[in-house]
């Protein structure tokens, strides 16, 4: 099982950038997926995380600018980036909760995009 992202790059404040994350190999279903971030100097945190059914979470400081969706029969998770500041400068990695098809339950990561937004 693997996760790949795709999308950051860099980006003036106030633009939009869409981040994608496909899950592939021996999946036989997916539960939360999530994005986090983390900047030089700081501990990784949760962006947003969006369940199996549907439901989803943000950080407080992402809300209203930030949207994370998915499409299950792709195993794929987005987020949608609007109204980018400065401070969301940093790696963001995909998250997800996975049972591959020979019943192993795990965590799992993406390698990370730079998403870098200048003044």
């Known amino acids: 099982v693997q996760l790949v992202e795709s999308g950051g790059g860099l980006v003036q404040a106030g633009g939009s950038l869409r981040l994608s994350c496909a899950a592939s190999?021996?999946?036989?279903?997916?539960?939360?997926m999530g994005w986090y971030r983390q900047a030089p100097g700081k501990q990784r945190e949760l962006v947003a995380a969006?369940?199996?059914?549907?439901?989803?979470n943000y950080a407080e400081s992402v809300k209203g600018r930030f949207t994370i969706s998915r499409d299950s029969a792709k195993n794929t998770v987005y987020l949608q980036m609007s109204g980018l500041k400065p401070e969301d400068t940093a790696v963001y990695f995909c998250n997800a909760g996975i049972l591959s098809t020979f019943l192993l339950r795990g965590d799992y990561w993406g390698q990370g995009t730079q998403v870098t937004v200048s003044s």
């Open positions: 969006i369940s199996r059914g549907g439901t989803t």
């Open positions: 190999g021996s999946i036989s279903s997916i539960n939360d």
